[in-house]
Structures are given as structure tokens and as C-alpha cells.
């Protein structure tokens, strides 16, 4: 299921960037006390008790010369259609202003959850200043300070208090959920319909036609499947209108929906910076990933052609070196017939299960092979390892000292574990945890 979305909404230098970065746990957003400098778009994943979200600061919705209530409106406007709940910020300092109140009678209409919050109240002394922020209809006003952290934990309550009910996932636990990321025109939506056969999915060579993700439900060989078709992401200099400032938040939701990402590339432009940002939303999800190169009917190639650019995908992908990698076309639907055997796979590896005395087998053997590192006369000792879940397949290590466990080694036992079990086309979590 998706997470919950929350958006911070409110006139210029209320804070909003210091308050979104103190959700989140780092400096993300760019703090300065002038209007208006947040001038990118701003979201992120948080969490508050056992609630998981993702969070978006609208300060950086940059609408360009529209006049500055304009402005507000037109930020207010898309959060309030991708959110769950609104945020709604104010400035204690200042008390109500013309400002405020047009963005309240904007989220009136929103008929979405709305808490208030009054904003820079620093001190105790300061809290009767807040009673006249019940003015803007949204009931009782929680007093926080940005600055110093203080009243968060009760905002974040009330938050939560909106979240929409964990529903069971609409699909059976037998169907392969996955979803099409990637730049603008490479072509996700001609191989959605490649796929399902019809014209589903509007197909055009303007960059953007796909505004909202689409689940699209079909069957392939006995095998039940649903398409996630996503909006393009654009890279962040070039987001121009504001239909899109969110593209890559809606990409974010189809990517926890799916089981398995497919991350296309464009075979003529090759590849770009963007596409690397692109496959690491994926990757960091957790989920199973394929990378398909689109548009290979179109590529010049010879013998050597598909192994060099194959190559280049590893040098520049070495975070996806689990990811199998497909070349196809779907205008010609040239080699079409590689990708469903791929997406099984790589679903199957993400939902597998390694019995545990198999598995410590294999990690006493790699110790065996490579002892385990030293760090200041201390060795690191593994005692035992167990899997604690799938989707994606997570190892806890149980040793004597968790800090003893270098990134190196870890990877070294990653890839014994990936030698003795596959688990192509999924990554895997390693977590040491002391014994006791």
C-alpha cells in the first residue's frame, strides 16, 4: 500500500522548510529568512511512531512571475491534490495576516484534513498569542517552534489522527505488480500498450503526456498481472508546468505499490544523469527492479553494439548490478517477448525464502573463505545468521559487535549469498545486531 501523503502548506516565511526538515531528520530543504527561497520542489519519506509517510514541502513549487498570491494559490492547489492531510502554517510573531486567510479559504474548499499549526512560538509566554488563529476555521491551533523543535510530537499526533485506515492491498497476493519509471517520451506508455495489446494508454512523442499513474490488470501465459503506468519525471531545471511539479512524488507512490520497477532507458539518447536519480528511487524502495533499453529498433548496432552498451548500464548503474537488463522495442514489439520472463523472475527472487541452517551453511563457508576483519585487535565474530523477511529478502547477523561489521564485509557476504541463492533481479538487506 502507499504511503499516506502530507504536505506543508502557507505564505512565504512561515517556517515551512525548517519545519519540513525537522520531520524529516536532515537538512534537505534550504533554510534562509527570505521569502521565496525555497525554490525547488521538496519531498520525502519520514515517519512518526509506527507511521510511515512521505512528506512535501510546497515552498519549493516555484511558480515563476505569477503574482505572489497567485503564487501561494497555485502551491496550496497541488498539494491539496496529492495530499492526505494538509499542514497548515502560520506565524505566531505576525498573528493572522491578509495572506493567511487566502490560503484558508482555499483548503475550505479542499475537503481534505487540515491541522493548524502557529508557527515561531518559542516560549511559553508567548502562547496566548495563538488564540487568534482560531479565526481561520480550522479548529484548536497547535503551538510549535520550528527553530527549536518544540511541538512537533503533538502536531504529528493530530496528523496521524487523519490518516486514511491500512487497507488490504486491492490485489491478490498472486498477482506481479509492477510499474514503468523513467525520463519523459522513453517510451513507458507505447510499451504499456505493446504489452496489453490495445491502445490504453495515450501514446504521444510531447514529453509528459502521462499525468497519473494508471493501474492497468491483465493476463499473461495463466499469470495474472497489473501495470503501473506513471507520469514521466523531468529532470528538476526543466519542470515547467505546475500539472507536473509532482510527477516524480505520484512515480514514488506507483514505486510502493509495485513489486517489481521496470527502469527504461532510451536506446537512441543513451544515458543521463536523470536516469541514474530515476533507478535510485527504485532501489531505495527496496523493490525488484529490470532495466529495459527501449527504442533498440532504432539503434545502429553491430555485433559488439548491445554488449558495449550493456557495459555502460553497469558502469553507471553499480548500485543495480542485481537488476537483469532487456533490450527490446516497443513500436516493432522486436524482442517484446524477453520482458515477461524477466519480471517473474526478479518478483520471485524478491519474495524468496532461504531456510536458515542452508543459509548459515553458506556464511560459514565465506568466513572460511575470508576471515572476518580486525579493528583495533577486536575481531568481528559472527555467531549466526537468520531472514527476517521478504520483498525484499532482509538477513539479520547476529554478532559480537555490530560496528565491527565494515560495509566491505557486508558486501562480501552479500555477494556469497547472492552466489549460493540468485536473488537476480532483487536487492537484499543486511542488518548486524549484537547478540545478547
Given at each position: ?30 533554510v534562509?529568512?527570505i ?20 512528506i ?134 507505447s ?31 495463466g ?91 553497469r ?44 543459509l548459515?551453511?553458506?556464511?560459514m ?15 568481528l ?16 547477523v ?24 540468485g ?8 542488518f ?5
Open positions: 500500500m502507499a504511503k499516506p501523503v502530507v504536505a506543508i502548506v502557507g505564505r512565504p516565511n512561515v517556517g515551512k522548510s525548517t519545519i519540513f526538515n525537522r520531520i524529516v531528520g536532515e537538512r534537505i530543504s534550504i534562509e529568512d521569502p521565496g527561497v525555497t525554490r525547488d520542489r521538496i519531498y520525502s519519506s519520514a515517519e512518526w511512531l509506527t507511521h510511515d509517510f512521505n512535501i514541502d510546497t515552498g519549493g513549487i516555484d511558480i515563476g512571475d505569477e503574482p505572489f498570491l497567485e503564487q501561494i494559490r497555485q502551491q496550496a492547489e497541488i498539494a491539496i491534490n496529492e495530499a492526505d492531510v494538509i499542514i497548515f502554517i502560520t506565524n505566531g510573531r505576525e498573528g493572522v495576516t491578509a495572506a493567511d486567510e487566502e490560503v484558508a479559504k482555499i483548503l475550505y474548499k479542499s475537503r481534505k484534513p487540515v491541522v493548524l499549526a502557529v508557527n515561531k512560538v518559542d516560549n511559553p509566554d508567548m502562547r496566548d498569542q495563538i488564540y487568534d488563529f482560531y479565526s481561520l476555521g480550522f479548529g484548536e491551533p497547535i503551538p510549535i517552534s520550528g527553530t527549536h523543535g518544540l511541538g512537533l510530537g503533538d502536531l504529528l499526533d493530530e496528523v496521524a489522527k487523519h490518516f486514511p485506515r491500512k487497507q488490504e492491498d486491492e490485489y491478490d497476493d498472486d498477482v506481479i505488480k509492477f510499474c514503468l519509471i523513467g525520463r519523459p517520451n522513453v517510451g513507458k506508455s510499451l504499456v500498450n505493446a504489452l496489453l495489446g490495445e491502445e490504453r494508454v495515450i501514446v504521444s512523442d510531447i514529453a509528459g503526456t502521462t499525468r497519473d499513474a494508471i493501474d492497468s490488470p491483465y493476463t499473461y501465459n499469470q495474472k498481472y497489473v501495470i503501473i503506468d506513471t507520469a514521466g519525471m523531468r529532470k528538476k531545471g526543466k519542470i515547467y508546468e505546475t500539472t507536473e511539479k509532482y510527477s516524480v512524488l505520484r512515480a514514488l507512490r506507483a514505486i510502493e505499490r509495485s513489486d517489481v520497477v521496470l527502469v527504461v532507458l532510451n536506446g537512441e539518447e543513451g544515458i543521463i544523469e536523470q536516469d541514474k536519480r530515476i533507478a535510485g528511487y527504485a532501489h531505495e524502495a527496496g523493490r525488484a527492479v529490470v532495466i529495459v533499453v527501449n527504442k533498440w529498433d532504432a539503434v545502429e548496432k553491430d555485433e559488439k553494439t548491445m554488449k558495449e552498451f550493456e557495459q555502460k548500464i558502469d553507471h548503474f553499480q548500485f543495480l548490478d542485481y537488476a537483469p537488463i532487456v533490450f527490446l522495442s516497443a513500436k516493432t514489439k522486436k524482442r517484446i517477448h524477453t520482458l515477461m520472463p524477466m519480471i517473474n523472475m526478479a518478483s520471485e527472487n524478491h519474495a524468496l525464502r532461504v531456510e536458515t541452517s542452508v548459515n551453511d553458506v556464511i563457508d565465506a568466513v572460511a573463505m575470508n576471515p572476518t576483519p580486525t579493528d583495533k585487535g577486536r575481531r565474530k559472527i555467531f549466526y545468521t537468520t531472514q527476517v523477511a521478504v520483498k525484499p529478502p532482509t538477513f539479520v547476529f554478532v559480537n559487535d555490530p560496528e565491527l561489521l565494515h560495509f566491505s564485509y557486508e558486501r562480501f557476504l552479500e555477494n556469497r549469498i547472492r552466489d549460493a541463492f536473488f537476480e533481479g532483487t536487492p537484499i538487506k543486511i548486524a545486531r549484537e547478540r545478547k
